[in-house]
Nanobody, 122 residues
Framework: VRLEEAGGGSVQAGESLRLSCAAS????????MAWFRQAPGKEREQIAT???????TYADSVMGRFTISEDNKKDIFYLQMTNLKPEDTARYSC?????????????????WGQGAQVTVSS
């Protein structure tokens, strides 16, 4: 399985960006997809997940501002980010595991995208 990200960039505070993550290869109907971010000097943070049933979860830090979604037909996942803040500056990565239909099952993410830098200036 290969995950390929696109959509990072530099924006002003309050603006929006959308990241995409295209999955290819030996994917299966059951999956859990996640978005992570890591800022310099900080630990990696899981910020959103979505499973094959469409159930989405969010970290408190992005709740109400970020939306995770999917295009099942194209095997593409999105992270829509609105009202961006300087503290959202980080490298964002998508990750996936396959074999279960919910994120509540299985652990770890064996498949990762290459990451996309998001920089938000005030």
């Amino acid at each position: 399985v290969r995950l390929e990200e696109a959509g990072g960039g530099s924006v002003q505070a309050g603006e929006s960006l959308r990241l995409s993550c295209a999955a290819s290869g030996d994917t299966s109907p059951g999956y859990c997809m996640a978005w992570f971010r890591q800022a310099p000097g900080k630990e990696r943070e899981q910020i959103a997940t979505i499973d094959a049933g469409g159930l989405a979860t969010y970290a408190d830090s992005v709740m109400g501002r970020f939306t995770i979604s999917e295009d099942n037909k194209k095997d593409i996942f999105y992270l829509q980010m609105t009202n961006l803040k300087p503290e959202d500056t980080a490298r964002y990565s998508c990750a996936a595991r396959y074999g279960f239909y919910t994120c509540g099952r299985g652990t770890g993410f064996p498949f990762w995208g290459q990451g996309a830098q998001v920089t938000v200036s005030s």
